[in-house]
T-cell receptor
């Protein structure tokens, strides 16, 4: 079946620290992979996506590379800011369906 | 476009009462999804519609939950009777449709309804 597993939080980092949030997946068909971000009191917003193996999605300094060999899509940022404090969701969808499969979310808090 | 609009933002009710959550998707979007978010279970898909027709309701927890989409611009999620374990944030999301693997396809989320059942 289709599922996403991401590292449990919460994660607390100091400003300008390096961020990695791990995400692995299982999928039938050919998945596209996504990172969504949820800021406090808001709905989820698309952060970045990758639709095929070896693609790199990037946005706002965040990056994630679609690794088919390790079935992973880890989120990274070189220098986090306080404004990056949010919950991050890894997700997938496949070309055989029209629904998303989300991970449980990882809460990130960045302290000055 | 104003985005996906959900109402109310907050709902506090007593156990046994009926609760109705509302959603207005983005105009022109063919897909509408209802999700529930809790600390314990994360984000769960409850049901989704395509062109107002329910496609997959396997995530609806039990018969107390029902969802309708009478037209392309409105959907409701109803809980009757409500129970304390239904307390969660309920999100509605919409999508233009087609393949999510296409470059520009994604889900657009509303701000959610925070439901507390006492």
């Amino acid at each position: 079946g289709n599922s996403v597993t991401q590292m449990e939080g919460p994660v607390t980092l100091s400003e300008e620290a390096f961020l990695t949030i791990n995400c692995t997946y299982t999928a039938t068909g050919y998945p596209s992979l996504f990172w969504y971000v949820q800021y406090p009191g808001e709905g989820l917003q698309l952060l970045l996506k990758a639709t095929k193996a070896d693609d790199k999605g990037s946005n706002k300094g965040f990056e994630a590379t679609y690794r088919k060999e390790t079935t992973s899509f880890h989120l990274e940022k070189g220098s986090v800011q306080v404004s990056d404090s949010a919950v991050y969701f890894c997700a997938l969808t496949t070309n055989t369906g029209n629904q998303f499969y989300f991970g449980t979310g990882t809460s990130l808090t960045v302290i000055p | 476009d104003a985005g996906v609009i959900q109402s109310p933002r907050h709902e506090v009710t007593e156990m046994g009462q009926e609760v109705t959550l509302r959603c207005k998707p983005i105009s022109g979007h063919d897909y509408l999804f209802w999700y529930r978010q809790t600390m314990m279970r994360g984000l769960e898909l409850l049901i989704y519609f395509n062109n107002n027709v329910p496609i997959d309701d396997s995530g609806m927890p039990e018969d107390r939950f029902s969802a309708k989409m009478p037209n392309a611009s409105f959907s409701t999620l109803k809980i009757q009777p409500s129970e304390p374990r239904d307390s969660a944030v309920y999100f509605c999301a919409s999508s233009p449709g087609g393949s999510f693997t296409a470059t520009n396809e994604k889900l657009f989320f509303g701000s959610g309804t925070q439901l507390s059942v006492l």
